[in-house]
């Protein structure tokens, strides 16, 4: 299959002795394009300038020297995991002549990290990533408070039988795993239609961070004791006020999980947005069995929570403290809103979050509800109050354009090239690796990442150091092309570190949504590795 190469002059003096030569190389492998490098025989001058194979089953050898002074071979073959390669290894003992010696290469494997890897992995392993990623996302910052308010909320049940306490932990659970039901099928039928649509999509949407912080709010308001939120009674359904509560309590839970891919989670989500309707929609269970997981068995074995100080004054405390937090992921969600739309959306926001707050205090006048009268006309004065609001401070934000900010942000010193296909592509074309950050500022992992690590001067320099070019690609509103690149990576979401190797587009380096300063280091000399191929 060589004999075309052995006609060529330089290589008719070459000679193939029986005895072979034993080399150790590390083997980068992609599908089927497999590439090593054999470093050149130091001991005996031997400064290898070319390869042929004489395994049956290599063909598409490439060969190329670098300045580093070792030999780069790359083939194509059916064998997934070759564990040597053999052929003739040939050097030049001077200009013009050259000798060929019989050579067996072992290989230590080492495999690039490609989305295309992990979907090779068998559909349970993905599941019960799915599941894992599920039981993280009850650890996210803004998850906390509506799971401790909702379990002390349970405490107070303990002496009013198990029954009972069972049935209110379940309606919990049962709200958290139909609100991703919920999602995948808002999901799938956005495919369908389709618009590409990625993990925690809709806080892309000013409305939704509207919405979402008055219920908060109100919510918030009514831990610190403000008024009393109720549910309708309903005869026929014995306290089903604390079960409608606990369910509505899961369904916000799930809402404020999805800002973030937990770890885990990115995977799972990104190969669930590649299958069919009815594979997403099992793994969106799995995501939410996972995160009712804790709260099904604290209903199954209510025993745990006498794990729980007795009830007392103390759970006021506590309640308040936890409307605190809560407070506090209003102000997050309005700073959202602020880069989404405007800084001037913040203050508009806040009027008429103070419109909603004189009508709860409404709701929380003693002795209001005791005349029917007095009730008709708190709600007719509420009603104005929040209708007055959302025609003078809300609707104005929901007309507003949309403004980018993604292009010009920067953090502290470090500069931030702005994310486009065309420009990582030409950037990476012409040779330079590039870090690209897809981040949004809803994400609360991405911007603990980015203010604990990415920010630091250290961390610029290590990447100044192996030449890497930072960029950033803003997905705090809809951009379609960032939608599709992440779908690209097997992602589905935000955080996303990615590094692409100068030259090597097609040979993504993919990061932990969690990063480290150790897990960077990994990634930029793997980098390097595949640079050099």
Request: proline share 4%; glycine share 8%.
């Amino acid at each position: 299959q060589n004999a075309r190469f052995f006609e060529k002059d330089i290589y008719k003096s070459m000679l193939v002795p029986t005895d072979q030569l034993h080399l150790s190389a590390e083997l980068i492998s992609k599908d089927s394009l497999f590439r090593t490098v054999v470093a050149h025989d130091v001991k005996n001058n031997r400064k290898w300038i070319d390869f042929f194979p004489t395994d049956l089953d290599v063909g598409g050898v490439k060969t190329r020297l670098k300045t580093n002074e070792a030999l780069h071979i790359e083939w194509t073959s059916a064998n997934k995991q070759p564990l040597s390669l053999s052929g003739v290894l040939v050097y030049e003992l001077e200009p013009g002549e050259s000798r060929g010696l019989a050579a067996k290469i072992s290989f230590k494997n080492l495999e690039i990290d490609s989305p295309n890897d992990v979907f090779g992995q068998a559909l349970w392993v993905l599941l019960l990533m799915a599941f894992g990623g599920g039981l993280i996302l009850n650890l996210m910052p803004c998850v906390l408070p509506v799971i401790a308010i909702k379990m002390l909320s349970i405490t107070k049940h303990l002496d009013g039988g198990k029954v009972r306490v069972r049935r209110i932990g379940l309606s919990f659970s049962a709200g958290i795993v139909f609100s991703f039901l919920v999602l995948s099928c808002i999901l799938v039928i956005f495919r369908v239609m389709g618009e590409e649509l990625g993990w925690g999509f809709q806080f892309q949407y000013p409305s939704f961070i509207i919405g979402m912080s008055a219920i908060i709010f109100v919510l918030a308001l009514s831990q610190f004791g403000v008024f009393t939120f109720r549910v309708p009674s309903v005869n026929r359904f014995p306290n089903e006020e604390e079960y409608i509560g606990s369910f509505f309590s899961g369904f916000l839970a799930t809402i404020l999980s999805t800002p973030c891919t937990a770890p885990l989670l990115g995977t799972a989500i990104g190969f669930a947005f590649t299958q069919s309707a009815l594979i997403a929609t099992i793994f969106f269970l799995f995501i939410g069995l996972g995160m009712a997981c804790p709260h099904v068995l604290l209903a199954l074995f209510p025993k745990w929570y006498k794990l729980v100080p007795k009830p007392g004054d103390w759970m006021e405390r506590f309640k308040q403290a936890m409307a605190f937090l809560l407070m506090a992921t209003v102000v997050w969600l309005l700073w959202v809103l602020g880069r989404q739309v405007g800084v001037d959306a913040i203050s508009s926001m806040l009027c008429f979050l103070l419109c909603m707050s004189i009508c709860c205090w409404l709701f929380g006048l003693p002795g209001r509800m005791q005349s029917t009268r007095k009730r008709r006309m708190i709600w007719l004065i509420s009603s104005l109050i929040s209708t007055l609001g959302y025609l003078v401070f809300v609707r104005p934000i929901l007309s507003s354009d949309i403004e980018e900010f993604g292009a010009s942000m920067g953090d502290g010193d470090i500069s931030w090239i702005a994310f486009s296909n065309e420009e990582l592509n030409s950037r990476v074309s012409s040779g330079q690796n590039i870090f690209v950050n897809f981040t949004a500022d809803w994400c609360i992992t991405c911007k603990i990442n980015e203010q604990t690590l990415l920010g630091r001067a250290n961390v610029a320099n290590l990447f100044a150091s192996y030449d890497v070019a930072l960029m950033r690609a803003d997905w705090t509103n809809r951009n379609e092309k960032i939608t599709k690149m992440l779908y690209s990576l097997g992602r589905s979401g935000v955080p996303a570190y990615v590094l692409f190797p100068g030259g090597q587009i097609d040979s993504p380096i993919l990061l932990p949504e969690i990063l480290t300063l150790g897990s960077i280091e990994e990634g930029l000399t793997k980098l390097e590795r595949i640079s050099n191929y």
